[in-house]
């Protein structure tokens, strides 16, 4: 009995972690484009710790755990992008930020932020 009550415990954990796929590239797209106009910031989201070992270039530190606490303070004017290293943090914070009335773009991790973009084809 006790096995089953702690893989119904697991398995919650592990539909949230790997149901934070990959970022589209056309999603992507658009919250670069939104960044380079200058009309969206870039969050980690991630902890201090992990910010300070490695963190995309302009991006600025908010842990998930203090986006309550701070988000009154990020610029009313800009659109927001948030990452973290799965995508699961990223997920939480676009959540919070989008219910207090923000643009959020969600591009999941880092990784995803600084991957090489394909060309758009022309038609």
Not at 10 to 32: N, T, Y
Not at 47 to 52: N, Q
């Amino acid at each position: 009995m006790f096995e089953y009550k702690m893989f119904y415990m697991i398995i919650p954990l592990f539909l949230l972690l790997i149901g934070c796929s990959k970022v589209s590239d056309e999603d992507l797209r658009v919250a670069h484009n939104a960044f380079d106009k200058g009309n969206a910031i870039l969050i980690d989201v991630r902890t201090k710790e992990e910010f300070k070992e490695k963190h995309a270039d302009q991006a600025v530190n908010i842990p998930v755990q203090l986006m309550e606490r701070y988000y009154k303070y990020l610029p009313k004017d800009k659109e927001i992008i948030v990452y973290c290293r799965t995508g699961s943090r990223s997920h939480m914070a676009a959540q919070f930020l989008e219910k207090q009335g923000k643009k959020v773009y969600d591009v999941k991790t880092q990784e995803d932020w600084d991957r090489e973009l394909p060309a758009l084809e022309k038609k």
